[in-house]
Protein backbone atom coordinates (compact mmCIF):
# COMPACT_ATOMS: atom_id res chain seq x y z
CA UNK A 1 0.00 0.00 0.00
CA UNK A 2 0.98 3.40 -0.70
CA UNK A 3 2.16 5.71 1.72
CA UNK A 4 0.35 8.82 0.88
CA UNK A 5 -3.54 9.74 0.44
CA UNK A 6 -4.98 11.99 -2.42
CA UNK A 7 -8.01 14.45 -2.00
CA UNK A 8 -8.94 15.68 -5.18
CA UNK A 9 -10.95 19.27 -4.68
CA UNK A 10 -11.80 20.72 -7.94
CA UNK A 11 -8.80 20.97 -10.32
CA UNK A 12 -6.25 20.56 -7.19
CA UNK A 13 -4.95 17.18 -5.84
CA UNK A 14 -3.56 17.23 -2.20
CA UNK A 15 -1.45 14.62 -0.96
CA UNK A 16 -1.39 13.56 2.71
CA UNK A 17 1.18 10.78 5.03
CA UNK A 18 -0.68 8.34 5.95
CA UNK A 19 0.20 6.88 9.35
CA UNK A 20 0.38 3.10 10.62
CA UNK A 21 0.10 1.61 14.07
CA UNK A 22 1.80 -0.85 15.85
CA UNK A 23 -1.11 -2.57 15.21
CA UNK A 24 -1.53 -2.09 11.29
CA UNK A 25 -4.21 0.44 11.97
CA UNK A 26 -4.11 3.20 9.15
CA UNK A 27 -4.81 6.91 9.89
CA UNK A 28 -4.54 9.73 7.19
CA UNK A 29 -2.50 12.19 8.74
CA UNK A 30 -4.31 15.65 8.03
CA UNK A 31 -2.21 17.97 10.07
CA UNK A 32 -1.74 20.47 6.93
CA UNK A 33 -5.01 20.18 5.15
CA UNK A 34 -6.22 23.93 6.25
CA UNK A 35 -3.61 25.22 5.17
CA UNK A 36 -2.70 23.69 2.21
CA UNK A 37 -6.21 24.07 0.41
CA UNK A 38 -6.47 27.49 2.10
CA UNK A 39 -9.14 26.74 4.76
CA UNK A 40 -11.18 23.24 3.94
CA UNK A 41 -11.83 21.35 7.50
CA UNK A 42 -13.14 17.86 7.88
CA UNK A 43 -16.70 17.39 9.77
CA UNK A 44 -17.48 14.45 11.61
CA UNK A 45 -19.78 14.74 14.25
CA UNK A 46 -19.19 12.23 17.26
CA UNK A 47 -15.61 11.57 15.97
CA UNK A 48 -16.66 8.47 13.94
CA UNK A 49 -13.82 8.52 11.83
CA UNK A 50 -11.40 10.80 13.82
CA UNK A 51 -8.47 9.51 15.93
CA UNK A 52 -7.74 12.82 18.34
CA UNK A 53 -3.93 11.16 19.26
CA UNK A 54 -1.67 8.61 18.94
CA UNK A 55 -1.36 6.33 21.78
CA UNK A 56 0.78 3.59 23.92
CA UNK A 57 -1.78 3.02 26.11
CA UNK A 58 -4.77 0.28 25.25
CA UNK A 59 -5.60 -1.24 22.14
CA UNK A 60 -9.00 -2.06 20.91
CA UNK A 61 -9.92 -4.13 17.77
CA UNK A 62 -13.97 -3.73 17.66
CA UNK A 63 -14.07 -5.86 15.08
CA UNK A 64 -12.40 -9.11 16.48
CA UNK A 65 -13.32 -8.24 20.82
CA UNK A 66 -9.68 -7.69 21.18
CA UNK A 67 -9.14 -5.37 24.37
CA UNK A 68 -5.34 -4.80 25.98
CA UNK A 69 -3.76 -2.62 28.15
CA UNK A 70 -0.15 -2.16 27.22
CA UNK A 71 -0.08 -5.46 25.01
CA UNK A 72 -1.34 -7.17 28.07
CA UNK A 73 -5.05 -8.80 27.19
CA UNK A 74 -7.83 -7.79 29.66
CA UNK A 75 -8.76 -11.55 29.73
CA UNK A 76 -5.25 -12.03 31.47
CA UNK A 77 -5.00 -8.97 33.46
CA UNK A 78 -8.26 -9.68 34.94
CA UNK A 79 -7.64 -13.15 35.77
CA UNK A 80 -3.93 -12.86 36.90
CA UNK A 81 -3.61 -9.50 37.90
CA UNK A 82 -4.53 -7.39 40.48
CA UNK A 83 -6.33 -3.55 40.53
CA UNK A 84 -3.28 -1.60 41.79
CA UNK A 85 -0.88 -3.46 39.24
CA UNK A 86 -3.35 -2.56 36.71
CA UNK A 87 -3.16 0.91 37.51
CA UNK A 88 1.12 1.05 37.74
CA UNK A 89 0.33 -0.60 34.25
CA UNK A 90 -1.27 1.90 32.60
CA UNK A 91 -0.16 4.63 34.06
CA UNK A 92 3.64 4.25 33.65
CA UNK A 93 3.70 1.40 30.89
CA UNK A 94 4.98 -1.13 32.55
CA UNK A 95 3.92 -4.41 35.12
CA UNK A 96 5.61 -3.46 37.86
CA UNK A 97 8.36 -5.15 40.68
CA UNK A 98 7.59 -5.91 43.52
CA UNK A 99 9.36 -3.22 44.72
CA UNK A 100 7.63 -0.31 42.16
CA UNK A 101 4.60 -1.50 43.23
CA UNK A 102 5.25 -1.02 47.13
CA UNK A 103 6.99 2.15 46.55
CA UNK A 104 3.65 3.64 44.69
CA UNK A 105 1.48 2.05 47.00
CA UNK A 106 3.19 3.66 50.66
CA UNK A 107 3.28 7.34 47.76
CA UNK A 108 -0.37 6.96 47.79
CA UNK A 109 -1.02 5.78 51.14
CA UNK A 110 0.95 8.96 52.34
CA UNK A 111 -1.32 11.00 50.31
CA UNK A 112 -4.74 9.71 50.93
CA UNK A 113 -6.04 12.07 53.80
CA UNK A 114 -8.54 14.19 52.75
CA UNK A 115 -8.44 17.90 53.99
CA UNK A 116 -11.07 17.36 56.83
CA UNK A 117 -13.34 21.01 55.44
CA UNK A 118 -14.10 18.64 52.25
CA UNK A 119 -16.73 17.19 55.07
CA UNK A 120 -18.09 20.55 55.02
CA UNK A 121 -18.66 20.94 51.41
CA UNK A 122 -20.45 17.07 51.58
CA UNK A 123 -22.69 18.38 54.12
CA UNK A 124 -23.86 20.68 51.79
CA UNK A 125 -25.30 18.32 49.51
CA UNK A 126 -28.92 17.31 49.67
CA UNK A 127 -28.62 13.88 51.10
CA UNK A 128 -30.38 12.57 47.83
CA UNK A 129 -27.57 14.13 45.49
CA UNK A 130 -26.50 11.99 42.76
CA UNK A 131 -23.07 10.89 44.41
CA UNK A 132 -21.50 11.44 40.38
CA UNK A 133 -22.29 15.13 40.96
CA UNK A 134 -21.13 14.99 44.12
CA UNK A 135 -18.20 13.21 42.83
CA UNK A 136 -17.28 15.08 40.29
CA UNK A 137 -17.82 18.75 42.62
CA UNK A 138 -15.46 16.87 45.19
CA UNK A 139 -12.85 16.23 42.51
CA UNK A 140 -13.04 19.63 41.34
CA UNK A 141 -12.75 20.90 44.66
CA UNK A 142 -9.54 18.95 45.94
CA UNK A 143 -7.45 21.35 43.72
CA UNK A 144 -8.89 24.46 46.12
CA UNK A 145 -7.45 22.22 48.85
CA UNK A 146 -4.05 20.86 47.20
CA UNK A 147 -3.35 24.56 45.40
CA UNK A 148 0.53 22.93 44.20
CA UNK A 149 -1.58 19.83 42.62
CA UNK A 150 -1.72 22.41 39.52
CA UNK A 151 1.87 22.36 39.05
CA UNK A 152 2.42 19.44 36.13
CA UNK A 153 5.20 20.74 33.85
CA UNK A 154 8.23 17.96 35.46
CA UNK A 155 7.64 14.15 35.72
CA UNK A 156 7.83 14.83 39.63
CA UNK A 157 4.82 17.51 39.73
CA UNK A 158 2.69 15.08 37.66
CA UNK A 159 3.82 12.40 40.07
CA UNK A 160 3.15 13.80 43.47
CA UNK A 161 -0.31 14.56 41.58
CA UNK A 162 -1.55 10.87 40.42
CA UNK A 163 -0.67 9.45 43.90
CA UNK A 164 -2.41 12.23 45.41
CA UNK A 165 -5.56 11.62 43.73
CA UNK A 166 -5.26 7.96 43.51
CA UNK A 167 -4.96 8.02 47.09
CA UNK A 168 -7.69 10.62 48.26
CA UNK A 169 -10.58 9.37 44.98
CA UNK A 170 -11.17 6.02 47.01
CA UNK A 171 -11.67 8.36 50.12
CA UNK A 172 -14.19 10.84 48.58
CA UNK A 173 -16.26 7.73 46.70
CA UNK A 174 -16.52 5.93 50.05
CA UNK A 175 -17.49 9.07 51.84
CA UNK A 176 -19.65 10.03 49.39
CA UNK A 177 -21.93 6.76 49.41
CA UNK A 178 -21.69 6.81 53.18
CA UNK A 179 -22.99 9.75 53.81
CA UNK A 180 -26.39 8.78 51.64
CA UNK A 181 -26.58 5.94 54.03
CA UNK A 182 -26.12 8.36 57.09
CA UNK A 183 -22.75 6.47 58.23
CA UNK A 184 -19.76 7.99 59.85
CA UNK A 185 -16.95 8.70 57.55
CA UNK A 186 -13.73 7.24 58.08
CA UNK A 187 -10.13 6.27 56.33
CA UNK A 188 -9.82 2.67 56.42
CA UNK A 189 -6.23 0.88 57.33
CA UNK A 190 -3.08 1.62 56.01
CA UNK A 191 -2.51 -2.44 56.55
CA UNK A 192 -4.68 -3.88 53.92
CA UNK A 193 -4.43 -3.69 49.87
CA UNK A 194 -5.88 -0.72 47.73
CA UNK A 195 -9.32 -2.94 46.56
CA UNK A 196 -9.58 -4.25 50.62
CA UNK A 197 -8.89 -0.56 51.54
CA UNK A 198 -11.96 0.76 49.59
CA UNK A 199 -13.93 -2.26 50.90
CA UNK A 200 -13.74 -1.31 54.53
CA UNK A 201 -13.69 2.60 53.95
CA UNK A 202 -17.36 1.84 51.74
CA UNK A 203 -18.91 -0.72 53.73
CA UNK A 204 -17.62 -1.01 57.24
CA UNK A 205 -20.40 -0.34 59.73
CA UNK A 206 -19.38 1.50 62.94
CA UNK A 207 -20.30 -1.01 65.32
CA UNK A 208 -18.75 -4.46 63.87
CA UNK A 209 -15.14 -5.57 63.01
CA UNK A 210 -15.05 -5.42 58.93
CA UNK A 211 -13.83 -8.41 57.47
CA UNK A 212 -12.75 -8.92 53.67
CA UNK A 213 -14.32 -11.81 51.67
CA UNK A 214 -12.57 -13.11 49.20
CA UNK A 215 -15.18 -13.68 47.16
CA UNK A 216 -16.14 -9.77 46.94
CA UNK A 217 -12.67 -8.51 46.94
CA UNK A 218 -12.01 -10.54 44.00
CA UNK A 219 -14.69 -9.48 41.76
CA UNK A 220 -14.34 -5.95 42.55
CA UNK A 221 -10.58 -6.13 41.77
CA UNK A 222 -12.03 -7.78 38.46
CA UNK A 223 -14.47 -5.33 37.56
CA UNK A 224 -11.90 -2.24 38.25
CA UNK A 225 -9.40 -4.40 35.66
CA UNK A 226 -12.34 -4.31 33.55
CA UNK A 227 -13.24 -0.77 33.56
CA UNK A 228 -9.33 0.32 33.67
CA UNK A 229 -9.28 2.04 30.39
CA UNK A 230 -10.85 1.95 26.75
CA UNK A 231 -8.87 4.55 24.94
CA UNK A 232 -10.49 7.21 23.43
CA UNK A 233 -14.20 7.11 24.94
CA UNK A 234 -16.28 10.48 25.68
CA UNK A 235 -14.79 10.68 29.08
CA UNK A 236 -11.34 10.21 28.26
CA UNK A 237 -11.40 12.44 25.23
CA UNK A 238 -12.90 15.10 27.98
CA UNK A 239 -10.09 14.66 30.80
CA UNK A 240 -7.08 14.78 27.15
CA UNK A 241 -9.05 18.04 25.86
CA UNK A 242 -9.29 19.54 29.65
CA UNK A 243 -5.85 18.72 30.60
CA UNK A 244 -5.04 19.82 26.88
CA UNK A 245 -5.57 23.56 28.29
CA UNK A 246 -2.73 22.76 30.99
CA UNK A 247 -5.55 22.83 33.40
CA UNK A 248 -4.97 20.41 36.36
CA UNK A 249 -5.63 16.84 37.21
CA UNK A 250 -8.20 16.96 38.88
CA UNK A 251 -9.83 19.73 37.07
CA UNK A 252 -9.32 17.46 34.14
CA UNK A 253 -10.86 14.17 36.06
CA UNK A 254 -13.79 16.16 37.70
CA UNK A 255 -14.93 16.73 33.57
CA UNK A 256 -14.37 13.06 32.39
CA UNK A 257 -16.77 12.08 35.94
CA UNK A 258 -19.00 14.54 34.50
CA UNK A 259 -18.65 12.78 31.08
CA UNK A 260 -18.64 9.51 32.35
CA UNK A 261 -22.23 10.40 34.15
CA UNK A 262 -24.41 10.25 31.00
CA UNK A 263 -26.69 7.14 30.53
CA UNK A 264 -25.00 6.74 26.89
CA UNK A 265 -21.70 6.35 28.31
CA UNK A 266 -20.88 5.08 32.11
CA UNK A 267 -24.77 6.00 33.36
CA UNK A 268 -25.72 2.86 31.81
CA UNK A 269 -24.72 0.30 34.16
CA UNK A 270 -27.04 2.23 36.81
CA UNK A 271 -29.79 2.95 33.22
CA UNK A 272 -29.67 -1.74 32.85
CA UNK A 273 -30.34 -2.07 35.95
CA UNK A 274 -33.08 0.41 36.81
CA UNK A 275 -34.48 -1.29 33.11
CA UNK A 276 -34.29 -4.55 33.99
CA UNK A 277 -36.33 -3.67 37.18
CA UNK A 278 -38.92 -2.12 35.25
CA UNK A 279 -39.11 -5.01 32.97
CA UNK A 280 -39.92 -7.36 36.15
CA UNK A 281 -42.03 -5.12 37.58
CA UNK A 282 -44.20 -5.08 34.47
CA UNK A 283 -44.19 -8.85 34.45
CA UNK A 284 -41.18 -10.00 32.71
CA UNK A 285 -42.72 -9.37 29.54
CA UNK A 286 -38.74 -9.04 27.50
CA UNK A 287 -40.55 -8.95 24.12
CA UNK A 288 -42.39 -6.09 24.90
CA UNK A 289 -39.13 -4.39 25.90
CA UNK A 290 -37.53 -5.99 22.78
CA UNK A 291 -40.19 -4.07 20.35
CA UNK A 292 -40.21 -0.63 21.99
CA UNK A 293 -36.18 -0.76 21.33
CA UNK A 294 -36.61 -1.61 17.89
CA UNK A 295 -39.70 0.96 17.24
CA UNK A 296 -38.09 4.28 16.25
CA UNK A 297 -40.86 6.08 17.82
CA UNK A 298 -40.08 5.10 20.78
CA UNK A 299 -36.80 6.54 22.65
CA UNK A 300 -36.62 3.59 24.69
CA UNK A 301 -33.16 1.85 24.05
CA UNK A 302 -32.54 -1.46 25.27
CA UNK A 303 -29.74 0.34 28.03
CA UNK A 304 -26.26 -2.12 27.97
CA UNK A 305 -26.52 -3.14 24.31
CA UNK A 306 -24.91 -1.59 21.73
CA UNK A 307 -20.99 0.31 21.10
CA UNK A 308 -19.43 2.82 18.94
CA UNK A 309 -16.30 0.69 18.51
CA UNK A 310 -17.30 -2.94 19.49
CA UNK A 311 -19.32 -4.86 16.53
CA UNK A 312 -18.96 -8.08 18.15
CA UNK A 313 -19.05 -8.91 21.43
CA UNK A 314 -17.71 -6.55 24.35
CA UNK A 315 -14.86 -8.81 25.88
CA UNK A 316 -15.12 -7.23 29.03
CA UNK A 317 -19.18 -8.31 28.83
CA UNK A 318 -17.82 -11.30 28.09
CA UNK A 319 -15.87 -11.93 31.53
CA UNK A 320 -18.52 -9.75 33.46
CA UNK A 321 -21.10 -12.41 32.38
CA UNK A 322 -19.50 -15.43 33.77
CA UNK A 323 -18.22 -13.38 36.73
CA UNK A 324 -21.70 -12.47 37.61
CA UNK A 325 -23.00 -16.01 38.03
CA UNK A 326 -19.75 -17.15 39.65
CA UNK A 327 -20.63 -14.33 42.32
CA UNK A 328 -24.07 -15.19 42.70
CA UNK A 329 -23.47 -18.61 43.40
CA UNK A 330 -20.48 -18.38 45.81
CA UNK A 331 -22.89 -15.71 47.18
CA UNK A 332 -25.85 -17.89 47.31
CA UNK A 333 -27.88 -15.07 45.68
CA UNK A 334 -30.67 -15.85 43.69
CA UNK A 335 -31.83 -12.68 41.34
CA UNK A 336 -34.39 -13.21 39.09
CA UNK A 337 -33.08 -9.40 37.33
CA UNK A 338 -30.10 -12.26 36.15
CA UNK A 339 -32.43 -14.36 34.31
CA UNK A 340 -34.23 -11.18 32.59
CA UNK A 341 -30.92 -10.40 31.26
CA UNK A 342 -30.29 -13.68 30.16
CA UNK A 343 -33.68 -13.69 28.65
CA UNK A 344 -33.05 -9.85 26.76
CA UNK A 345 -29.33 -11.18 25.50
CA UNK A 346 -30.25 -14.52 23.80
CA UNK A 347 -33.27 -12.72 22.25
CA UNK A 348 -31.53 -9.61 20.78
CA UNK A 349 -28.73 -11.84 19.65
CA UNK A 350 -31.50 -13.73 17.75
CA UNK A 351 -33.72 -10.51 16.04
CA UNK A 352 -32.99 -9.17 12.88
CA UNK A 353 -33.18 -5.82 14.29
CA UNK A 354 -29.77 -6.06 16.25
CA UNK A 355 -27.90 -8.83 14.30
CA UNK A 356 -27.74 -6.65 11.59
CA UNK A 357 -26.78 -3.55 13.22
CA UNK A 358 -24.30 -5.52 15.40
CA UNK A 359 -24.95 -4.68 18.74
CA UNK A 360 -24.19 -6.61 21.31
CA UNK A 361 -24.24 -6.76 25.33
CA UNK A 362 -21.54 -4.25 26.19
CA UNK A 363 -19.86 -3.92 29.36
CA UNK A 364 -22.41 -2.04 31.54
CA UNK A 365 -25.01 -5.12 30.70
CA UNK A 366 -24.18 -7.31 33.89
CA UNK A 367 -21.92 -5.38 36.00
CA UNK A 368 -25.12 -3.64 37.72
CA UNK A 369 -25.97 -7.06 39.09
CA UNK A 370 -22.83 -8.02 40.48
CA UNK A 371 -22.57 -4.67 42.27
CA UNK A 372 -26.29 -5.13 43.73
CA UNK A 373 -25.25 -8.49 44.67
CA UNK A 374 -22.40 -6.84 46.57
CA UNK A 375 -24.22 -4.30 47.98
CA UNK A 376 -23.76 -1.28 46.18
CA UNK A 377 -26.37 1.18 45.59
CA UNK A 378 -27.51 1.48 42.22
CA UNK A 379 -26.64 5.60 42.11
CA UNK A 380 -23.03 4.03 43.17
CA UNK A 381 -22.49 2.06 40.17
CA UNK A 382 -21.25 4.62 37.86
CA UNK A 383 -19.51 5.83 41.16
CA UNK A 384 -17.68 2.18 40.83
CA UNK A 385 -17.12 2.78 37.01
CA UNK A 386 -15.27 6.09 37.29
CA UNK A 387 -13.14 4.38 40.10
CA UNK A 388 -12.19 1.47 37.93
CA UNK A 389 -11.41 4.22 34.88
CA UNK A 390 -9.43 6.97 37.30
CA UNK A 391 -5.97 4.44 36.27
CA UNK A 392 -7.28 5.12 32.46
CA UNK A 393 -7.77 8.58 32.91
CA UNK A 394 -4.61 9.58 34.32
CA UNK A 395 -2.42 7.57 32.12
CA UNK A 396 -3.96 9.09 29.05
CA UNK A 397 -4.05 12.73 30.71
CA UNK A 398 -0.27 12.13 31.51
CA UNK A 399 0.57 10.76 27.92
CA UNK A 400 -1.33 14.04 26.19
CA UNK A 401 1.22 16.06 28.62
CA UNK A 402 4.11 14.22 28.31
CA UNK A 403 3.80 14.42 24.56
CA UNK A 404 3.07 17.99 24.18
CA UNK A 405 0.00 17.59 22.55
CA UNK A 406 -1.64 21.19 21.25
CA UNK A 407 -4.91 22.50 22.92
CA UNK A 408 -7.66 20.75 21.82
CA UNK A 409 -9.67 22.83 19.58
CA UNK A 410 -11.86 21.68 16.79
CA UNK A 411 -13.15 23.68 14.03
CA UNK A 412 -17.05 24.08 12.57
CA UNK A 413 -18.65 24.58 9.61
CA UNK A 414 -20.66 27.40 10.28
CA UNK A 415 -24.43 27.74 9.17
CA UNK A 416 -26.17 30.43 11.10
CA UNK A 417 -26.82 34.09 9.67
CA UNK A 418 -24.89 35.79 7.56
CA UNK A 419 -23.94 39.15 8.10
CA UNK A 420 -27.02 41.83 9.27
CA UNK A 421 -26.69 45.51 10.71
CA UNK A 422 -27.37 45.47 14.31
CA UNK A 423 -31.72 46.40 14.96
CA UNK A 424 -31.94 48.87 18.22
CA UNK A 425 -34.46 47.38 20.54
CA UNK A 426 -37.20 49.54 19.88
CA UNK A 427 -37.03 49.25 16.41
CA UNK A 428 -37.45 44.94 16.73
N1 LIG B 1 -31.10 -0.21 21.57
C1 LIG B 1 -31.75 -0.08 20.38
N2 LIG B 1 -31.19 0.37 19.24
C2 LIG B 1 -29.91 0.73 19.29
C3 LIG B 1 -29.15 0.64 20.49
C4 LIG B 1 -29.78 0.15 21.64
N3 LIG B 1 -29.13 0.04 22.80
N4 LIG B 1 -27.89 1.07 20.25
C5 LIG B 1 -27.84 1.43 18.96
N5 LIG B 1 -29.07 1.23 18.39
C6 LIG B 1 -29.40 1.44 16.96
C7 LIG B 1 -29.60 2.93 16.67
O1 LIG B 1 -30.95 3.31 16.84
C8 LIG B 1 -29.16 3.00 15.23
O2 LIG B 1 -30.19 2.47 14.42
P1 LIG B 1 -30.42 3.05 12.92
O3 LIG B 1 -29.16 2.71 12.17
O4 LIG B 1 -31.63 2.33 12.44
O5 LIG B 1 -30.64 4.53 13.08
C9 LIG B 1 -27.99 2.02 15.16
O6 LIG B 1 -28.26 1.04 16.18
C10 LIG B 1 -26.61 2.65 15.41
O7 LIG B 1 -26.68 3.33 16.66
P2 LIG B 1 -25.95 4.71 16.97
O8 LIG B 1 -26.67 5.40 18.10
O9 LIG B 1 -25.76 5.48 15.71
O10 LIG B 1 -24.54 4.18 17.44
P3 LIG B 1 -23.47 5.00 18.25
O11 LIG B 1 -22.18 4.39 17.96
O12 LIG B 1 -23.62 6.47 18.01
O13 LIG B 1 -23.90 4.76 19.80
C11 LIG B 1 -24.13 3.78 21.92
C12 LIG B 1 -23.32 3.81 20.62
C13 LIG B 1 -23.37 2.99 22.97
C14 LIG B 1 -24.29 5.22 22.48
C15 LIG B 1 -25.52 3.16 21.65
O14 LIG B 1 -25.36 1.84 21.19
C16 LIG B 1 -26.43 3.19 22.88
O15 LIG B 1 -27.11 4.19 23.11
N6 LIG B 1 -26.47 2.08 23.69
C17 LIG B 1 -27.23 2.07 24.92
C18 LIG B 1 -26.47 2.80 26.02
C19 LIG B 1 -25.29 1.99 26.54
O16 LIG B 1 -25.42 0.80 26.83
N7 LIG B 1 -24.15 2.66 26.70
C20 LIG B 1 -22.93 2.04 27.25
C21 LIG B 1 -21.84 1.93 26.24
S1 LIG B 1 -20.48 0.89 26.77
C22 LIG B 1 -19.77 1.64 28.13
C23 LIG B 1 -19.36 3.06 27.96
O17 LIG B 1 -19.03 3.54 26.88
O18 LIG B 1 -19.33 3.73 28.97
Not at 156 to 165: G, L, P, Q, R, T
Request: contains cysteine; proline residues 5%.
Amino acid sequence: MSDIAKLQIGENTYEFPLIQGTEKETAIDIASLRGATGGVVTIDPGFKNTGSCQSAITFLDGEKGILRYRGYSIEELAEKADFLEVAYLLIFGELPTKEQLDKFYNDILDNAIVDDDIKKIIDAFPKNAHPMGVLSSLTSALTAFNPSSVNVDSEEDMYNAIVKIMGKFPVLVAWTMRKQKGLPLHYGSRKLGYVENIMKMMFEKPNEEYEINPIIKDAIDKLLILHADHEQNCSTSTVRVVGSSHAGLFASLSAGISALWGPLHGGANQAVLEMLEAIKEDGGDTKKYMGKAKDKEDPFRLMGFGHRVYKNFDPRAKIIKVAADEVLDDLGIQDPILDIAKGLEQEALNDEYFVKRKLYPNVDFYSGIIYRALGIPVEMFTVMFALGRLPGWISQWREMRLRKEPIGRPRQVYTGENYRPFVKINKR
